[in-house]
């Protein structure tokens, strides 16, 4: 296993599980059905490919097999600015596809920032990453989800409130890279 895999598994268990910031995380992680794949892509190009190869895989796999993957960037998109461009092109390759509608991207990175929100806000807590990430996530599977949840529109809410809480101590050991 590489040490991007290792921060990665260890931000989804310490992070996103230890936290809750994402509810639908844990039965697929405890169920091992996280696929983590490690791009080492170097240019745009090749890691469209990769995403192409993932979700083909994804795809073709039953959801008791692999739930979800994990696509992690360690040698591109460091930049918050490109990778939020970048997401454009990776929304362009679900339409062109037609997998819109049977699979979503959720983003994550190291320096992740909201719209409309400072670079120091803790709400931005909530999206960073130990490397850049695509999520790829079965649309079925989060209505499933989303169907068995009351006041899911309120997660957001309560993933602000919870990084709110957090000492300057657990951001710092939590999210090393964040001020």
């Known amino acids: 296993m590489s040490?991007?895999?290792?921060?990665v598994e260890q931000w989804l268990d310490d992070v996103v599980i230890g936290l809750n910031l994402c509810p639908f995380a844990v039965q697929p992680r405890r169920q091992d059905q996280v696929r983590f794949m490690v791009s080492q892509a170097q240019t745009e190009e090749e890691l469209l490919y990769d995403l192409h190869a993932e979700i083909t895989l994804l795809e073709s796999s039953p959801?008791?097999?692999i739930e979800t993957t994990l696509v992690i960037i360690p040698f591109l998109l460091a930049d918050f600015e490109h990778y939020n461009q970048f997401?454009?092109?990776?929304?362009?390759?679900?339409d062109d596809f037609n997998w819109h509608g049977e699979f979503q991207i959720?983003?994550?990175h190291p320096y992740y920032c909201f719209a409309d929100t400072d670079i120091d806000s803790?709400?931005?807590?909530?999206?960073?990453?130990?490397?850049?990430i695509l999520h790829i996530i079965r649309e079925?599977?989060?209505?499933?989800?989303?169907?068995?949840?009351?006041?899911p529109d309120e997660i957001f809410k309560r993933n602000i409130a919870t990084?709110?809480?957090?000492?300057?101590?657990e951001i710092?050991?939590?999210?090393?890279?964040?001020?």
């Open 3 to 7: 040490d991007e895999q290792k921060a």
């Open 63 to 65: 959801p008791a097999e």
């Open 87 to 94: 997401l454009d092109v990776v929304d362009a390759v679900l």
């Open 106 to 108: 959720a983003s994550f």
């Open 122 to 132: 803790v709400e931005n807590l909530t999206n960073r990453s130990p490397y850049p």
């Open 140 to 151: 079925q599977s989060m209505e499933k989800a989303l169907a068995h949840m009351t006041a």
């Open 163 to 169: 990084m709110t809480a957090l000492s300057a101590e």
């Open 172 to 179: 710092q050991r939590l999210f090393p890279l964040s001020k």
